[in-house]
């Protein structure tokens, strides 16, 4: 069992930055690929962005390339969302995940975080 918890949402204006963490601990932290997902109110869990567990590898959702960045740091059991440029669009409840593939990891993870809530005002 991997746990997870979300923290760094908040209320921010449209331009802003904010920067979300990712505390995980159970299973063996750096075996395990990470990802944020999002979901909008009335929108469907959409992927956002995932590192591989040695972090050499990373993958983004068109809508927050170039304007979003994925970092792991093992020995702090830690991965982030730095979130810079965000727009209103960008609102909604931002979602940890983690699995053993990288590749399963931007779809279907094994593990979840309980979520922490991003809102950008206009």
């Known amino acids: 069992q991997v746990q997870l918890v979300e923290s760094g949402g908040g209320l921010v204006q449209a331009g802003g930055s904010l920067r979300l963490s990712c505390a995980a601990s159970g299973r063996t932290f750096n075996r395990n690929a990470m990802g944020w997902f999002r979901q909008a109110p009335g929108k469907a869990r959409e992927f956002v962005a995932a590192i591989s567990w040695g972090g050499s590898s990373t993958r983004y959702a068109d809508s927050v390339k170039g304007r979003f960045t994925i970092s792991r740091d093992n020995a702090k059991n830690t991965v982030y969302l730095q979130m810079n440029s965000l727009k209103p669009e960008d609102t909604a409840v931002y979602y940890c995940?983690?699995?053993?593939?990288?590749?399963?990891?931007?779809?279907?993870?094994?593990?979840w975080g309980q979520g922490t809530q991003v809102t950008v005002s206009s």
């Open positions: 995940a983690a699995d053993p593939l990288f590749v399963v990891v931007t779809s279907t993870p094994s593990y």
